[in-house]
């Protein structure tokens, strides 16, 4: 089950991460540049690599993800910069306890490649957000270019749990099927390139 997987790997996450992408930092304060002053929601968000960074901008972020293990090393992260606008709850990305329209963004970092059903995850990010809401889904590309292949196929061996090797351009029509009006913000370029998907909802 994924969620044994992470809660596996919680300790190792970051700095295997931070290898896999070199401009990873790049690409989380750029996300926290789009949501200055937005109520946030994060969905997977993991150790906290993000949201160290969403804390620093949104006037309040509610950081969520299904794993217990992670989000033990994220609360540490966040008392360690004493972040007082932040929550921290665990959720299920495909099954939101939250009501309909209630943050401004949801960011959704390196997600939807893991999930069996991506459109479930942007179903429920579209029903959180409020009309006019911002979705950012900056998402590893495994399929990208022939290195994240072979990088990919290794984290395959190894146990990690990749559902889709997508190709950055993918990622907008993923959005859309989601109902949002997508776009490709660029690629970060790393071993696994870092797609940077984002949607309006409508
Ligand atoms: C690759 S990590 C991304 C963490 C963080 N967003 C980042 O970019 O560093 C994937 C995270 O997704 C979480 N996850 C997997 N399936 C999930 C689900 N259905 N709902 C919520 N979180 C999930 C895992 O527990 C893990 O923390």
């Known amino acids: ?10 300790r190792r996450y970051d700095r295997a991460t931070l290898a896999l992408n070199r401009n990873f930092a790049a690409m989380a304060r750029e996300v926290a540049e789009r949501v200055r002053d937005l109520e946030v ?3 997977a968000a993991g150790t906290g690599l993000v949201t160290a960074e969403l804390v620093g901008t949104a006037r309040r972020v509610v950081a969520t993800d299904l794993s217990e293990d992670m989000l033990a090393i994220l609360r540490g992260r966040l008392a360690s910069i004493g972040a007082a606008n932040a929550a921290i709850q665990t959720a299920d990305a495909t099954a939101l306890p939250f009501a309909e329209g209630s943050f401004d963004a949801v960011v959704m970092a390196n997600l939807l490649h893991l999930l ?6 942007l179903r429920e990010a579209h029903r959180v957000l409020r009309p006019g809401g911002l979705l950012l889904a900056p998402t590893f590309c495994h399929g990208e270019t022939i290195a994240a292949r072979i990088v990919s196929r290794s984290l395959g061996l190894a146990g990690f749990p990749i ?12 959005l859309r099927s989601g109902g949002f009006e997508a776009r490709l913000g660029g690629v970060q370029p790393g071993w696994l390139p870092l797609g940077m998907a984002e949607g309006r909802k409508g």
């Open 1 to 10: 089950m994924a969620e044994a997987f992470w809660s596996r790997h919680a």
């Open 41 to 43: 929601l994060e969905l």
């Open 116 to 121: 069996p059903d991506p459109a479930a995850a």
């Open 163 to 174: 559902r889709y090797r997508f190709q950055a351009a993918e990622l907008t029509a993923l």
